[in-house]
């Protein structure tokens, strides 16, 4: 039965679509979360990136976005996030209509506790799965960028060519949702610096790993696996051998890459070598799986206003709803694949359905790529984000693949009625021990 606060509330239950209620009802969902009047306290919230923070202060854009300072609430310990009124009209503000919006990014908070959970520090090489439309990944860049502490803005030339010794990589299957990551980093120049790459591919079977060349002079140019790879896809091959053919395949295939969808000139050419040392960092995998948005506010409220056939046709449709978690055990197991031992990977949805999370996470570490003690469930490491909005933990499933009241003490419920925030799931998964790429 769905849990709801009170009876009073059947009648705006009611109101739902009757597939929307039943998908409610089958997945155990809180109801208060679809209900206006549990969500009314649900703020939205702006990001403004690490370079503009000194100057687009709270004051500044309470102006532009022509509301009182008290309106404008800085969020506490997410640096450059402010909450504002649902009701704030942003995209009719000065703060839109002047072009100043290049300033500031329309992030939800828990979106921002989604990217802390990795952890990152300056080198960190990060694959971003399901990257698109690109808020998460911004982020990524502006957080590596930061951290490396580089120059907010550069000017010159040679300062243009400074290296970010961190990159991100994203990865979307949908070309269009791509297109538009692609414009949101070059319209905001999150840190400055050409840290991050977008492919479009299928993030089950995407194989490509963290960048060689990072930077201009190669940085990792003197690393056994970049002499080795050089060595082995220039070695020829004789034209005597029995296998001429299948050699020449192999080393063409050795020397072929998958062309960015969008790549800065420091890794345009990347030669995109498939080598266990070139896993993808501490790791920063982050599987921002698809799923059933059940509990994307927006996502949500755009139904609401438009019509609830489309959510019904495009999310709630059985067939989607029937293969969803299979496609979130897939790019979960490739995400991990891509990971380095000791490696940290994100597991994250926007709905609050157990088959979509806590099942996915019991799975990966009963039957799947982290059974046997190969991956353990991690709190945060520095929880002072996650204090800023209240979670409730994973829950533990009454199914033959259980999660253990520890186990789920490590997951993170936003619920809207109760966080204020938009819905999200997060899991913190570590790699234990070596596990290499599968032979190319
Ligand atoms: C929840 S959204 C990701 C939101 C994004 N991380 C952000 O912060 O803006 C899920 C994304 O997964 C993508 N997707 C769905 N199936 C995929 C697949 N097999 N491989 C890669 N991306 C996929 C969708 O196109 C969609 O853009």
Redesign the pocket.
Known sequence: MATRADSADDASLAALPAPLRAFIEDNDLDARNFLAQHLQHVERFLRVPTRWQSTVTRQVLAAQLGVAKTDVRPVANLAGFYALPRATRVAQSSLYQEGKASSVFGMDVT?AIAVHALDLVATDQVL??????????CLIADRLAAAAGTPAEQTNAEEKETVCPGTVTG????AQ?AAT?RALLRKYPVSGLPNARLFV????T?DVCAPVRVGPRWTRSNSPVLLQWHQETTTKVSPASADTTDERRAQRKKRTASAPFYAPKTMRHDPQIKHSALLYDKASV?V????T?DESLAHVQKHEAKGWSELEEAFLAPDRLRDIDQ?QR??LENGWNLLRPGGLLVYA??SLSTRQNEQVIAWFLRQGPGAQGRARLVPAENPTAYQSVPAHNGRSQATTLTLTDAECAHLLRFEPWHSGTSGLFIARLRKTVPDMLPAP
């Open positions: 979106s971003d799965l399901c990257c698109a439309p690109g808020a998460k990944l990865v979307d299957v949908s949702r990551c591919a299928d993030g089950r995407f982050l921002d799986a698809e799923c948005h496609l897939q790019l949805t926007c």
